[in-house]
């Protein structure tokens, strides 16, 4: 008894057993999603295609999410095992191809087949079944570029203008150098996205056949910040529609999987935002005040803990980055811990949003093929 006891209090985060997990997970290094001319670009230059055409994968950013995988099939390997079976678990990609090849390449690490599951030994690969879920891009910005519905009414909001006050407010300079260099006039958020993504990119790709303008150096923490105050400020007005939203997918997976009790996780490949989304609408505790880099990840681990059900979170901020622990700020926190997951439950019931709900105000009509309950059927 003394011995047991002893255990209780000096092993207290090895209790309870990993029942399901939700990994979110941000695509790779990519190319500018908006290719935009500068002075002194050229514009017959078409070199830049050879890096990655554009918003798709580079070859740095396909090794960032084999790199991933394989991380991540050192944490949840056991959970998961070495054998594929295809209901197991469920991976959704966004219709971004970088979301799918990313899903892809991170599966090229995570799960590479077994002796019996190897079709060419040459060939150290396996293809892994994935779905397409548009919703997973109607994000931040995203939402804005790919709902006709949504996207009109929030640029017409109070809430959307004030953001270009806020970010002109925060960095007058910068915005004035991108208004001297882009061409065009700036006065809202997704027109100064669209410049301040290329100039980021641009800098992180650092490749002469796409070079940083020469104007922009010695602005590159500035812009890299600016990409995040700008994102940031957007998820933030969208909290109660795509971030409930969000609550409404993390909880679904869970509930699916308590009513079913046939799958061990969910895979979803999707945007920095998305992770932004959730830790905004989770109200998640211990994240930094920056964007996730590539190749970053979301866990949400559903334990048993002796027939106590409860959830456990952590953020990567890149695909090589330490994962830290984050906490539900409206949770009770156990010892070790996590949120109870009766509490948790009861603490989003009135922060999901529908998937037919979120498709009719995103599109402005309801698909068929979407589901209209509350579960997502796996």
């Known amino acids: ?36 001319y500068f002075p002194g670009d050229d514009k017959n230059n078409t070199e830049w295609q050879q890096i990655a055409w554009p918003g798709e994968l580079t070859k740095r950013g ?19 095992g070495d054998t594929y079976r295809p209901n197991d678990f469920h991976v959704y990609t966004g219709v971004d191809n970088r979301t799918s090849a990313s899903a892809q390449a991170m599966f090229a690490g995570f799960l590479p087949p077994n002796k019996y599951q190897t079709w060419n030994p040459e060939i150290l690969w396996q293809p ?26 929030q640029q017409k909001s109070s809430e959307y203008a004030d953001v ?31 410049i301040i993504d290329s100039l980021k990119v641009r800098h992180i790709l650092d490749d002469k056949r796409l ?20 994102h940031d400020a957007i998820v933030k007005i969208q909290n109660s529609t795509i971030g409930d939203y969000h609550n409404e997918l993390i ?7 308590l009513q079913k009790n046939t799958s061990r996780g969910v895979f979803v490949s999707g945007h920095d935002t998305n992770l932004v989304t959730i830790w ?25 803990d002796f027939g106590e059900l409860s959830l456990k979170f952590y953020l990567s901020m890149g695909f090589n980055q330490t994962r830290v622990e984050l906490f539900p700020h409206f949770c009770t926190r156990k010892q070790v811990g996590g949120c109870r997951w009766e509490e948790f439950k009861t603490l989003t019931t009135n922060s999901r949003k529908p998937k037919s709900d979120w498709v009719f105000e995103c599109q402005g009509y309801e698909k068929a093929t979407e589901p209209v309950s509350t579960l997502t059927v796996l």
Request: proline share 5%.
């Open 211 to 230: 070079p940083y303008p020469v104007w922009a150096r010695g602005y590159e923490n500035r812009i890299m910040n600016m990409s995040f105050l700008v």
């Open 251 to 257: 909880m679904s997976y869970f509930e699916t999987h």
């Open 62 to 80: 396909i090794y960032e999410e084999f790199q991933l995988g394989k991380r991540l099939r050192e944490i949840y390997g056991d959970h998961f």
């Open 164 to 194: 270009m006050e806020k970010m002109e407010k925060i960095d007058p300079e910068l915005l004035q150098l991108v208004r001297d260099h882009a061409f065009e006039p700036i006065t809202e958020a997704v027109t100064y996205n669209h």
């Open 1 to 36: 008894m003394r011995t047991l006891l002893l255990m209780f209090l000096f092993y207290p985060a090895t209790l309870g057993v990993l029942k399901f997990v939700q990994i979110w997970f941000r695509h790779g290094e990519r190319t500018p999603g908006h290719y935009i």
């Open 128 to 153: 892994v079944a994935q779905q397409t879920d548009a919703s997973i891009d109607w994000v931040s910005l995203g939402a804005i570029d790919n709902c006709p519905v949504y996207g009109v009414n």
């Open 280 to 304: 905004e609408s989770l109200r998640l505790d211990g994240h930094p005040e920056d964007i996730p880099n590539y190749g970053a990840h979301i866990a949400i681990e559903m334990h048993d």
